[in-house]
């Protein structure tokens, strides 16, 4: 039988996740593309991720999605049309894409997410958007049409999105532009003015997912080769895991604040409802080993880790694609909301 082509796409700063129904198989790719003379697409994702920071004069390698956003619509939709193909060589006629998206988009927002499908490529798509916290709702069990007051807490590579659900719907929603990238950039920034060090995002991002540890920094030490700063020569330099988790600590505590003071503005009663059931966590920086009790001390609220991580939007995309009466979170541009 020939079933008819449906994705579930959830456009990350970092990674872009795809559900196809047909292969039934989730996929994540970096969100990059890499273009020749500006205009000549030579990869993307994973593949454009390898040429980062390697990559000739004549090649440019973009992120075409920042803080969670469509930053370039021409870009995201060659980005798009090949990594489609990649997780399922038969994209096929009419192809139905439900995609995960931010919470309160201007009228200009929603239709990007349709600009990067009306490609003749796509073959009339039909496209529905579906708000991210439902999304990591449905991925985490969270009964809505039951639920008092429950808080999900996903941090990104670029945003914490924080998000109250009550009543069957978004009761508050707000986003920081904090998350791992910025973890990246406070690695980079401390050894630079501590160390005299000059390292990539990519070193960085390496030192951060090896070293880090908020319950107890781990004995553990990387080396790592760099800039001096002063002689402009190459240096080497043993990076602990002490000082990381230090450095990685520092900033999830800033951000720990932020979420305190969210949860404070809440309505009494939800906030009670939220409190009992503790806050759930997602995302890929909730990977960070003791990320969950580091956050839990500063809110003064449990925390519940999601095992799904990075993919808990894209399964609850995948939720709504199997089950049809979850079909009712799903919008197009013409409904009002
Ligand atoms: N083991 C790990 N330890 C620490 N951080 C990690 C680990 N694995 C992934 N990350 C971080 O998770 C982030 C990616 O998470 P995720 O895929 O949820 O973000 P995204 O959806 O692309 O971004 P956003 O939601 O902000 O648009 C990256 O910043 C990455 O460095
Ligand atoms: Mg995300």
Not at 94 to 103: E, T
Not at 204 to 218: E, G, H, Q
Not at 284 to 304: E, F, Q, Y
Request: aromatic share 6%; with cysteine.
């Amino acid at each position: 039988m020939l079933i008819k082509n449906v994705f579930g796409v959830d456009l990350g700063t970092s990674a872009v996740k795809i559900y196809s129904l047909r292969k039934n198989r989730l996929m994540a790719e970096k969100d990059m593309i890499a273009l020749r003379n500006g205009t000549q697409v030579i990869a993307v994702g994973n593949d454009a991720f390898e040429m980062f920071e390697k990559n000739p004069p004549n090649v440019v390698i973009d992120r075409p999605i920042v803080n969670g956003k469509i930053a370039d619509v021409d870009e995201v939709e060659m980005m798009l049309r090949l990594l489609l193909k990649r997780t399922d060589k038969h994209v096929g006629r009419k192809p139905i894409i439900y995609f995960s998206v931010p919470v309160n988009m201007s009228e200009i927002e929603k239709r990007a997410y349709y600009a990067i499908c009306y490609n003749s490529s796509f073959q009339s798509p039909k496209i529905f958007l579906v708000d991210r916290p439902i999304c990591d709702a449905l991925a985490l069990g969270i009964p809505l049409s039951r639920t008092r007051g429950s808080m999900i807490l996903s941090i990104g590579a670029q945003s914490t999105k924080m998000s109250v659900l009550s009543n069957e719907q978004i009761m508050i929603s707000n986003s920081i532009p904090v998350g791992g990238q910025q973890l990246n950039e406070a690695i980079c920034e401390d050894l630079r003015r501590t160390q005299n060090l000059l390292i990539g995002t990519r070193t960085a991002r390496r030192l951060k997912a090896v070293l880090t540890n908020l319950d107890r920094p781990r004995d553990e030490a990387r080396k790592v080769f760099g800039i001096d700063t002063l002689s402009g020569l190459p240096k080497e330099a043993v990076i602990s895991s002490a000082l990381i988790s230090r450095i990685v600590e520092r900033e999830v505590v800033k951000e720990a604040e932020t979420v305190r003071s969210f949860l404070e503005r809440i309505p009494p009663q939800v906030g009670r409802s939220v409190r009992e059931e503790g806050i759930f966590l997602t995302g890929g920086t909730a990977r960070i080993p003791g990320i969950d009790r580091c956050l839990s001390k500063i809110i003064g609220c449990k925390i519940n880790l999601s095992g799904n991580y990075e993919l808990c939007t894209v399964k609850g995309l995948e939720e709504i694609i199997k089950h049809k009466e979850l079909r009712k979170w799903a919008y197009t541009i013409k409904d009002k909301k």
